[in-house]
């Protein structure tokens, strides 16, 4: 078993990883949001979701969250008048990709915050570990 405070080092930084991979996942989002098909019938670029799953660490009994899957919304694209483009259908629609800003901005918003609170128990679980190690010179 791990010590208290290692372990939760180790899950903090499973959780930064985590949200790594989201803010990676809603910057590939956000760059697409207007990115069409190449020609008439070809679909735009599709929402990317990510989803978590938590775990235990079989080695040190530390408590993980790791990324489960990286999948993609199903919710159907946005159509758009736009006749002269080259994606355009028989009556000049386009489809558009199924990537909301608000929603990104929201989700990036809170997978930082999410970020920043984990960094925030690593710095106090190095500050402990540091703590600990002083005392114990002491003796």
């Known amino acids: 078993m791990l010590d208290p405070i290692q372990a939760s080092l180790r899950t903090a930084v499973s959780g930064m990883d985590a949200q790594s991979v989201r803010l990676r996942i809603i910057t590939e989002n956000i760059a697409n949001a207007e990115s069409t098909g190449d020609a008439t019938g070809l679909d735009p670029y ?3 979701t990510v989803t978590f799953a938590s ?3 079989r080695l040190t009994g530390a408590q993980l969250v790791r990324v ?3 999948g993609v919304d199903e919710s159907p694209f946005k159509m758009e008048l736009d006749p002269g483009n080259p ?4 009556r000049g629609f386009v489809k558009r990709p199924n990537v909301d800003m608000l929603v990104e901005m929201a989700d990036m918003r809170e997978a930082n915050r999410s970020y920043e609170a984990n960094l925030q128990v690593a710095r106090q679980a190095g500050e402990l570990m540091n703590m600990s190690v002083n005392l114990l010179k002491d003796v």
């Open 46 to 48: 599709q929402r990317k």
């Open 55 to 57: 775990e235990v660490d």
């Open 68 to 70: 489960r899957n990286i």
């Open 87 to 90: 994606a355009a259908d028989e």
